[in-house]
């Protein structure tokens, strides 16, 4: 294709993210790239025009129609890490390259992560309770984090993530990923094979891997049995991972210490299901990706991608490129 020109046109579809407008993204979008035209497509009329004009489109989903009026596309910065809901093959037959949204989570995820652990090391959900009754008792913390084991499953950039800011606990870390041959950040790193070699030493067991054939149901009665009865499991990663009534018997049976679920099968949990009814569950929400920074940490890689694309006329090398 011929080189791109001065100005890039750039249409930002309307899709919010964890509940943040995209108007907030193409602002910031307008301020680091003053020399290209961006435009915020905030109704349906509006998008057929901005999509047929803009050779970057920016948002969450692009059916196969709209990809068929958007002549001129070159580049479609998916808002999401996966981009499977998106027409690929399509895309790919016009050469039109795929960025996602990789990396972006890793901070405010790995901060929410180590908010739970230390609520379960200091007992902090105890003293908010007695709090709530104006009791002034003291408790027992649980545990200290130095000394302990950390294993994270699946090491992307929110696994890595993880790791860094447990990096200042003194822990022993424990990675495991598929390619265990990779370098890892952990102290140590296994393959799936050999996760139930790597629970029996595990206090603190965070998941942060996709959700896959392979990791479907991946902490079962056997995972939950393996793991030391002090210990805690972390959940951020997708509700399925964990097999939810082997969690509720082991919480019943004291199995485990305690759990943390961002994430839960089914979702949203039912106000009747179990895992309600246990102290030591802390749930939220599946809110752990929020940010407000998430716009600014998408506009880094737009921005570096377009400001490339300018100087090259080409959309091959690509930050977060995924197809």
């Not at 822990?171 to 041959?181: A, D, F, N, S, Y």
């Given at each position: ?19 943040i ?7 910031i ?65 016009r ?11 890793g ?40 000394g302990s ?43 799936y094979?050999d ?62 210490h305690?759990?943390?679920?961002d ?58 490129r995924?197809?």
């Open positions: 294709m011929s080189t791109e020109p001065t100005a890039t046109d750039i249409a930002v579809l309307d899709h919010d993210a964890h509940g407008p995209a108007a907030d993204y193409a602002e979008l307008r301020d680091r790239l003053p020399d290209h035209t961006v435009r915020l497509a905030r109704t349906a009329e509006e998008r057929r025009r901005y999509l047929a004009e803009a050779t970057v489109v920016a948002g969450k989903w692009l059916s196969a129609d709209e990809l068929d009026a958007a002549e001129n596309l070159r580049l479609f910065a998916c808002n999401s890490a996966g981009v499977d809901h998106l027409p690929l093959e399509a895309l790919a037959d050469g039109i390259a795929v960025t996602n949204a990789s990396g972006v989570h901070p405010n995820i790995a901060e929410h992560v180590l908010g739970w652990v230390l609520t379960f090391a200091r007992r902090l959900d105890e003293g908010m309770r007695r709090q709530e009754r104006r009791e002034w008792r003291r408790f027992k913390s649980f545990t200290e984090l130095a084991t950390v294993t994270v499953v699946g090491l992307g950039s929110i696994g890595e993530a993880v790791v860094e800011r447990f990096g200042g606990f003194d822990v022993e870390t424990i990675g495991v990923r598929h390619t265990p041959e990779k370098d890892s950040p952990t102290d140590e790193v296994v393959g094979d996760l139930q070699e790597a629970l029996v030493r595990t206090d603190v067991l965070v998941i942060s891997c996709p959700l896959t054939e392979t990791t479907e149901g991946l902490i079962g009665e056997a995972e939950l049995d393996a793991l030391p009865t002090d210990a805690i499991v972390v959940n951020v990663a997708r509700g399925g991972v964990i097999d939810t009534p082997a969690l509720v018997s082991a919480l019943r049976s004291n199995v485990i305690g759990a943390a679920l994430v839960t099968d089914p979702e949203p949990l039912p106000s009747d299901h179990d895992l309600w009814g246990f102290e030591n569950v802390l749930l939220t929400p599946h809110v752990s990706g929020h940010t407000p920074k998430y716009w600014e940490r998408r506009a880094d890689i737009l921005v570096e991608n377009v400001e490339r694309a300018a100087e090259t006329g080409e959309y091959d090398d690509l930050r977060n995924v197809a």
